[in-house]
């Protein structure tokens, strides 16, 4: 039985999730650094010509898009007329 690989499921998602930014409107860019411990860090930076923008850093990439997406949903989720 073949063993499927996590980091190529993780950028996978990733990738998905990139492109459902990119299809909605947004313009993102993902960079990672070192904090001031030595640690890898990872921040995507994502905004909209309406002046909404959202900055999130994480320890691991896959983290950081999947916050990226929760807080995006949200903002859309609220924009609904209920």
């Not at 990872?42 to 929760?70: N, P």
Request: one cysteine or more; a positive charge; glycine letters at 6%.
């Amino acid at each position: 039985m073949k063993r499927a690989n996590p980091r190529r499921k993780w950028s996978t998602t990733i990738t998905k999730a990139a492109d459902q930014f990119s299809k909605a409107g947004w313009s993102w860019g993902c960079v990672s650094a070192i904090d001031s411990d030595g640690r890898t860090i990872w921040i995507v930076d994502a905004h909209r010509g309406e002046g909404k923008r959202f900055v999130v850093r994480a320890d691991e990439k896959l983290t950081v898009f999947v916050e990226l997406e929760r807080i995006t949903r949200e903002l859309a989720l609220s924009a609904l007329p209920w």
